[in-house]
Structures are given as structure tokens and as C-alpha cells.
């Protein structure tokens, strides 16, 4: 899948601008592969926590981990074929559109050139690889377990989500394509939703007197550092809405999907649901803020607000995202008492609310400062590459 664009080295003259942007224009397939792969992890994952949670027994190959390993394995592969292909284009004295994928690093001495997205992606879906043949070891010694917390479940639930994070930094570097823009505002909320299963392995971390649970501080952390990212790269109200919008997409289809799908697979494998199966919403999407689509838009406002020196983005962003942090805190606090039915009004409220403002001015920081990264990765004739 050639992504060079020919005859500037070859003596066939250059390409026309034209035939140079329809070339260009083809980084939407790979990319879309990669992002294909993430979406079937995602469903495979939240499919597979339902099951061990309605059903329970396991085995190496049940049709959501089946669902799981395929969706890295096609997320490597077509990142793989697009590093050989750069690589090929580079030995031949072909320019590189760096829209797709983002500029070419040599890898292995200058043996490989790969465009920096899919050589994240890439990486990836390789230490998913390793984790897998871990996960079989771990297995092997312990016999088949449920629990998040293992480490190479964690080392696998980590390398799909460093893959997840290449496919952002790969539409975000063909920014100037509506696909790219569509895709970030996708790929974005892919991410986050898969990394709130991730996330449990921090419950080891609980603390205080009142147990906050480490999982939901890291939650809104993560939510509060990726939503001012987002609104920082995209810099546009109607792009921060569908951002919003689509996680709620996939909440939805989560929502539905996971119990739908448990349900199916117990009546073709002959196993019977756990008599308080219905109680409470689906673990995963259950996991996921409903009230991320105000925040974003609140977090857009705000810093809209501020003036565009780079200085005062810097001193804007630690208290907008504190504000994210209260206020995904609150979301997150009536959320679990509609779908868990826990109390309104508990001590550890205190802890919580506290904790994730000033996390959530730490997030503002660093989210500002990976959408500025983020932009600088898209090529300098995109608009979007201009530094705020």
C-alpha cells in the first residue's frame, strides 16, 4: 500500500499538486484498518469483562478473546505494511506524504523508515504480542483467573492502549483530510473508553479512610487530561461537540452490545447467567462518564476565553482542567447512584472531589501540552499546525 508520492527522484518530473493530494488522500485506508482493529479491542474487552462478570467460566480461547487478539493483530499488521511501504518508498527516492502517519523515523540503524503514528501503533500491538505469550505462561503456572490486576493482563490492556494512542497521532497528522479530522474525534474516545478498564489494576492503589478507589481518581484524571488535549488540537466548538457526542456513541453501543452479546454466547455454549445478572448497568460502558459531552463543551468554553499568547494558554489550562475535574467528579458521583444504586451523599465524596481538582489541574497541563504536541506533529501546509 504505496503512501509515497512518485516520480520526484525517478526522472519522471514531479507530481502534480493534484495526483500528489489523490495519493495523499489514500492514508485514510490504512488508517482506517488500524482504527477497525482498536474498535473490535474495544468491543472484545468489554464483551469479555461482561462475561467473567454474568457467566465466569474461561479459557484461552473464547470467542471475546478470539474478537481481542484479532482486533491487534489486524491494527499491527496494517500498520507493519505501511512502515514496509515507507521504507520502500524511502530506498527508492520517493518523498513521503508525512500527512499520513506523520514524519518517517528510522528504526533499526535506518533499516526501517516509519511514519511516528504507526510506529506507535506498531509497537503496540508488538508488546501485546509478548504479553500474550506471558499471558499463556501466567496461565500455564495459575490456571485460568478473572481479575484485571494480573500483570500480564495490565501489560496487555497497556499495549493496546499505547496502539490506541498511535491511531489518534495518525489522524491528527492528516488533520488537512476530513477523514483525519473524523477520525480524531473517534479515535479519541476509543482510547479513553478502553483505557477505563486499565484503569482497575489501580484499586490496589485504594487509600484513605474512606477506601477512595484508585480506579476512579485515575478515570477522571485521564478523561479531564484527554478532553483538554482534544479541545486544545481541534481548537473548534462544532469538532469538540462531535468529540463529546461520539463517546457517547460508543457508550450506546456498548450499552447494547455487551449484554446482548454475553447472553448469546451462554445460549450457544450451553452456560447459565448468574442469578444477578440485571442489576446494574454493563461493567464497561457502566464505567464510562455520561456526563462527558457537557464537560468537553464547558472545557472548549473556557479556554476559548483565554487570550492566544501561549503564556496565558499555559496558566489557563491547569484551572480549566481542575474545573473538568470537579465537575466529572460530580457527573461520576450521580452516575453511580442511578446505575449502582450507591448512596448520593458519602464522606469519600469529600476525598474524591477534592483529589480530582487538583488532578484535574495536573490533566490541564499536561493535555494542553500534548495537543500542542499533537499539532506540531501535523505537517506545516495544514492550517491546524499553526502554535497557539
Request: avoid cysteine.
Amino acid at each position: 500500500m504505496t503512501i509515497a508520492a512518485p516520480g520526484a527522484a525517478s526522472g519522471r518530473g514531479r507530481a502534480s499538486a493534484s495526483s500528489r493530494a489523490a495519493i495523499a488522500s489514500k492514508g485514510w485506508i490504512p488508517a482506517s484498518v488500524v482504527m477497525l482493529g482498536v474498535v473490535f479491542s474495544l468491543t472484545a474487552l468489554s464483551w469479555d469483562v461482561q462475561w467473567h462478570v454474568d457467566v465466569g467460566p474461561d479459557t484461552f480461547f473464547t470467542l471475546p478473546h478470539l474478537f481481542l487478539y484479532a482486533g491487534s493483530a489486524l491494527a499491527g499488521l496494517a500498520s507493519l505494511a505501511v512502515v514496509l511501504s515507507t521504507t520502500a518508498a524511502h530506498r527508492a527516492g520517493r518523498p513521503v506524504d508525512p500527512s499520513t502517519g506523520g514524519q518517517p523515523i528510522a528504526v533499526f540503524g535506518k533499516t526501517f523508515q516509519a511514519p511516528v503514528g504507526y510506529l506507535i501503533s506498531g509497537a503496540g500491538a508488538a508488546g501485546f504480542l509478548l504479553y500474550g505469550l506471558a499471558d499463556m505462561w501466567w496461565h500455564s503456572l495459575y490456571g485460568f483467573d478473572a481479575v484485571i490486576e494480573s500483570p500480564p493482563h495490565i501489560g496487555l490492556l497497556l499495549s493496546i492502549s499505547f496502539t490506541m494512542v498511535g491511531v489518534v497521532v495518525v489522524f491528527a497528522t492528516a488533520w488537512k483530510h476530513t477523514w483525519g479530522k473524523a477520525g480524531v474525534v473517534v479515535a479519541a474516545p476509543v482510547m479513553t473508553a478502553f483505557t477505563m478498564v486499565s484503569l482497575q489494576g489501580l484499586n490496589l492503589l485504594s487509600f484513605g479512610p474512606f477506601r477512595i478507589r484508585g480506579s476512579t481518581i485515575g478515570e477522571i484524571f485521564l478523561l479531564a487530561m484527554v478532553t483538554v488535549t482534544v479541545v486544545v488540537f481541534v481548537r473548534s466548538a462544532r469538532l469538540t461537540l462531535a468529540y463529546g457526542l461520539a463517546y457517547a456513541g460508543v457508550q450506546a453501543v456498548l450499552w447494547w452490545f455487551t449484554p446482548a452479546a454475553t447472553r448469546w454466547y451462554a445460549d450457544v455454549t450451553g452456560l447459565p447467567l448468574r442469578d444477578f445478572v440485571g442489576d446494574g448497568g454493563p461493567v464497561v460502558p457502566g464505567m464510562m462518564a455520561m456526563s462527558l459531552l457537557p464537560v468537553a463543551l464547558v472545557v472548549h468554553a473556557a479556554l476559548s476565553r483565554a487570550p492566544r499568547a501561549p503564556a496565558s494558554l499555559k496558566r489557563a489550562a491547569p484551572l480549566v482542567g481542575a474545573l473538568a475535574g470537579l465537575l466529572l467528579a460530580v457527573g461520576w458521583i450521580v452516575q453511580s447512584s442511578l446505575v449502582w444504586g450507591a448512596p448520593f451523599f458519602n464522606a469519600a465524596y469529600i476525598v474524591l472531589i477534592a483529589s480530582s481538582v487538583v488532578l484535574g489541574a495536573l490533566a490541564g497541563h499536561l493535555g494542553r501540552g500534548f495537543g500542542l504536541i499533537l499539532r506540531h506533529a501535523v505537517p506545516t501546509t495544514a492550517p491546524s499546525a499553526e502554535g497557539r
